[in-house]
């Protein structure tokens, strides 16, 4: 029995789709049943469950917001997913942890390898980072995965956000000074879940426990992003809009971004012989899928 937290989010319902398709036995918790700043609920999902392994897919992740909400910001990244980490542990059984490239500042200049030292610019970076150091020194048989830029078509990303901006207005104006790679959750959740068939078969090796990079493979920045989700929409009937690069200092935000967050994800294909495909060849995919659905008209239900 797989448990998955965070079900409801794009990388969780992403996990049960792949789940169902492989015939897989889960069950996916979320809030308000599963909330890691109401640490009582973290074991009672766990001991009803009664899982043989367990992907954390819940986390606080408003980056802004976690500057003044930095109690919920380190329950939802930190003392929370120790938590389930421990009770791993005392189980011993496999726990997969997902992560983030804002870990870093930005500054190498270069894609990060995982033993690169850590520097968050902000709250939730650090939060994030404090919960791999604490995971990682418990003796649960850890797997983080940091990744980045994380997309579906669902959910609130920014994708989506995209789209929806280019229905109301003709010109928009994106940063483009922040580099790193989209994410699709669909992809990541493959990933994931070619580890659970590994572990599954194979049993644990002492080699997978630590940190490992997984995201789209490519880069780009947020403004190559936009024009490229557009440019994906055309075909769909979108008018693309005008995409004004602009800095990041023209774009204040609450919370830091690292300027240069691109992830070296050499040592997961080493370690599980896997990779994440280019975020430009899953793009279109989603960005059809994100259009077909909000054209479709809603459904009507008939009484009884």
């Known amino acids: 029995m797989i448990l998955i937290t965070g079900g409801s989010g794009q990388l969780g319902q992403e996990l049960q789709k792949g789940c169902t398709a492989r015939g897989w036995a889960f069950t996916a918790v979320s809030r308000p049943a599963f909330d890691f700043e109401r640490p009582e609920t973290i074991e009672a999902c766990f001991t009803a469950a009664r899982p043989t392994m367990v992907i954390n897919a819940a986390a606080y992740t408003?980056?802004?917001?976690?500057?003044?909400?930095?109690?919920?910001?380190?329950?939802?990244?930190?003392?929370g997913p120790l938590r389930l980490a421990a009770l791993c542990a005392a189980a011993d059984i496999p726990f997969i942890h997902v992560s983030t490239d804002y870990v870093f500042d930005g500054a190498k200049g270069e894609p990060y390898f995982e033993t690169d030292p850590t520097c968050p610019t902000g709250a939730y970076g650090a939060t994030k980072r404090d919960g791999e150091v604490a995971i990682l020194a418990t003796d649960a048989k850890a797997i983080i995965?940091?990744?980045?830029?994380v997309y579906a078509a669902h959910g609130k990303n920014f994708a989506r956000t995209?789209?929806?901006?280019?229905?109301?207005?003709?010109?928009l104006r994106v940063v483009a000074d922040q580099r790193g790679t989209p994410t699709a959750a669909g992809d990541l959740a493959c990933v994931i879940l070619q580890i659970v068939a590994?572990?599954?078969?194979?049993?644990?090796?002492?080699a997978y426990k630590g940190l490992f990079h997984a995201t789209g493979g490519g880069e780009t920045t947020w403004h190559g992003f936009a024009e490229a989700i557009f440019?994906?929409?055309v075909p769909f009937g979108l008018t693309r809009p005008t995409v004004t690069p602009i800095a990041?200092?023209?774009?204040?935000?609450?919370a830091k971004r690292p300027a240069d967050s691109r992830l070296n994800c050499e040592k997961i294909s080493k370690i599980f012989g896997i990779s994440l495909p280019d975020w430009e060849k899953t793009l279109p995919g989603i960005v059809a899928e994100i259009l077909e659905t909000e054209s479709q008209p809603?459904?009507?239900?008939?009484p009884l």
């Open 145 to 149: 995965l940091r990744t980045a830029w």
């Open 198 to 206: 590994a572990l599954q078969q194979g049993g644990w090796q002492e």
């Open 248 to 254: 990041t200092a023209d774009w204040p935000t609450p």
């Open 298 to 302: 809603p459904k009507v239900h008939s």
């Open 231 to 233: 440019a994906a929409a």
């Open 62 to 79: 408003a980056v802004d917001a976690a500057e003044s909400n930095l109690a919920a910001a380190t329950a939802g990244n930190h003392t």
């Open 162 to 171: 995209m789209l929806n901006a280019a229905k109301r207005t003709n010109a």
